[in-house]
């Protein structure tokens, strides 16, 4: 399909959906607290998606209180919260949404032959009433109502045609169809929605929509056809995060849309240059790291390494790049700042970055952090800030437990050893610790004080930026009975960075008020 001669005023809005606060939090480690994410809605309202999913109003009291602040906080894009079909549900995330200034409740149920008779032990036609009736309650408390058939990639399309029929007739304005499993493959998925559309009597009343996970890394793939076919909205994540092998990535949806616009007879309202933002709010705050070949944010996505490669970019950019790196927001003053850079100089690129400091105390703690890597690190990137900023906040979250500071011995005949000062509920203990190599000793010697029980279950170690000096991110995710977490941090010295991950995990694991989906 060629679409070169539409103007871009004729061309269809692709809706774009994020669900990095609700799927995105499914993935293991990844919950968030209410403040972080109100921080990522308010940046993706600067990204102008259309349609935030703040999280499942039922799921616990921390889903409930973190929809409503999304809800109170969020004023462009419209606020939506999950809802099973059961009427306490719908009822939840309408009480959750109702400070919001746009609102949509997402009903969903399952479709699929196994799903019904497995999962739900119901009918076909007692699914019908139920989706209808939920359908019928979300429209008494907004016009915006999306419905799910949950694993409709494995639905018979007969009984797909029935169901949303009745849903839209019921007052359903979205219908979403969701490759739960992550199974469909383009060449029919694409197609599926077109066959929808088509035969189902009362469509043009509704928008049609696709989520696709990417268990065979097919999610982006997936709804690209499906945008072929008719689909009108994608449910993406923030880097592709999202329950197992996570949803479509946003990032990726629009840019292939925005590339590609010969292929496609529709385009997102989306503000690419705020990508690179996005990205790694998310990833400092979920402490998943975005690998360095992911496409469009990965730190290699605009590096060219063979010298055939560079000499073309040089004498043509478009012999090798089909996007230009500054259009999602990668910019080339990334060296901004130095030791010798005062405190409005260091505001305001935070301001430039889309951080929002909150308090006078804030900004101190991070100027200060920001002066001590500057004396450890000749110059300092985007990226080095985004990490002060987060370190600074885990710091303020940090009321349990502290690393006031440490010290390793290294040898290549003797064991390494760890020597620390820990702050934990406000009693400053010493500890030590041995181990294979230094970061098990440092993670020792923090055991040994915490008297943690805990498993470990994921180390990984990141440059932030280019260089020997640069600043290793570190993730850690621990997990406890059925809990995972995961930690962050970040120094120039990665023993450090591990201890402060390990630390700030643990610190994760004793909060109380983080959203978790436990009473599901
Ligand atoms: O993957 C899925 O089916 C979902 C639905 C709730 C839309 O996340
Ligand atoms: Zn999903």
């Not at 929809?67 to 906080?73: L, N, S, T, Y």
């Not at 739900?120 to 058939?149: H, Q, W, Y």
């Not at 290549?412 to 030590?432: W, Y």
Request: aromatic share 4%; hydrophobic share 40%.
């Amino acid at each position: 399909m060629s679409t070169q001669t539409i103007s871009p005023a004729e061309r269809d809005r692709l809706i774009i959906f994020d669900t990095t606060l609700r799927d995105g939090e499914q993935s293991p480690g990844a919950s968030m607290t209410r403040d972080e994410k109100v921080r990522i809605a308010k940046a993706l309202e600067r990204l102008k998606v259309d349609v935030i999913e703040a999280g499942f109003a039922i799921a616990s009291v921390g889903d409930f209180e973190s929809v409503k602040a999304v809800a109170e906080a969020v004023n462009e894009s419209t606020v939506c919260s999950l809802a099973r079909t059961s009427p306490g549900d719908i009822e939840r995330a309408a009480e959750a949404l109702a400070p919001a200034q746009r609102r949509r409740i997402h009903t969903f149920i399952a479709t699929s032959p196994i799903h019904m008779q497995h999962k739900l032990r119901m009918e076909p036609d007692a699914v019908i009433e139920a989706a209808v009736g939920a359908v019928k309650l979300a429209r008494k408390f907004t016009d915006d109502v999306e419905f799910s058939p949950e694993d409709a990639g494995r639905s018979e399309e007969d009984f797909l045609c029935r169901i949303l029929e009745a849903v839209i007739d019921a007052g359903a304005t979205t219908i979403n169809i969701p490759d739960t499993v992550g199974y469909t493959l383009p060449e029919t998925f694409g197609p599926l929605i077109g066959k929808l559309i088509q035969r189902i009597p009362n469509s043009d009343k509704a928008v049609f929509s696709v989520h696709c996970h990417n268990d065979l890394g097919l999610a982006v793939a997936n709804s690209l056809s499906a945008v072929q076919h008719g689909a009108r909205q994608v449910e993406c994540t923030i880097n592709g995060l999202g329950e197992r092998a996570g949803n479509a990535a946003l990032e990726e949806v629009v840019m292939a849309v925005r590339t590609r616009q010969d292929q496609f007879d529709c385009d997102t309202g989306v503000n690419t240059r705020e990508i690179m933002t996005c990205s790694r709010l998310v990833s400092g705050i979920t402490g998943f790291p975005v690998q360095p070949n992911k496409a469009v944010v990965g730190a290699n996505a605009f590096a060219h390494e063979s010298g055939i490669h560079q000499d073309g970019v040089i004498k043509a950019r478009e012999t090798y790049e089909i996007m230009r790196a500054e259009d999602v927001g990668w910019t080339d003053e990334r060296i901004v700042l130095g030791k010798h850079s005062g405190r409005a100089a260091f505001r305001q690129r935070l301001t430039e970055l889309g951080i929002t400091i909150k308090s006078d105390a804030e900004l101190n703690a991070a100027f200060t952090r920001f002066k001590a890597l500057a004396d450890r690190k000749h110059v300092i990137y985007d990226e080095d800030l985004q990490m002060v900023v987060s370190e600074t906040r885990h710091d303020e979250l940090a009321e349990h437990l502290k690393l006031v500071e440490m010290q390793v011995t290294s040898h290549s005949t003797q064991k390494p050893v760890c020597q620390m000062t820990l702050q934990i509920d406000g009693q400053v203990v010493e500890t030590t610790g041995e181990g294979g190599g230094p970061v098990e000793a440092a993670f020792n010697a923090i055991k040994a004080a915490t008297k943690t029980d805990n498993e470990l279950v994921l180390y990984s170690v990141n440059n932030v930026t280019p260089g020997s000096d640069a600043q290793g991110e570190v993730t850690v995710r621990l997990k406890k009975g059925g809990r995972i977490v995961n930690g962050l941090g970040a120094h120039t010295d990665i023993i450090i960075a591990s201890a402060r991950a390990y630390v700030h995990a643990l610190n994760r694991l004793e909060a109380p008020e983080r959203s978790t989906h436990k009473t599901l």
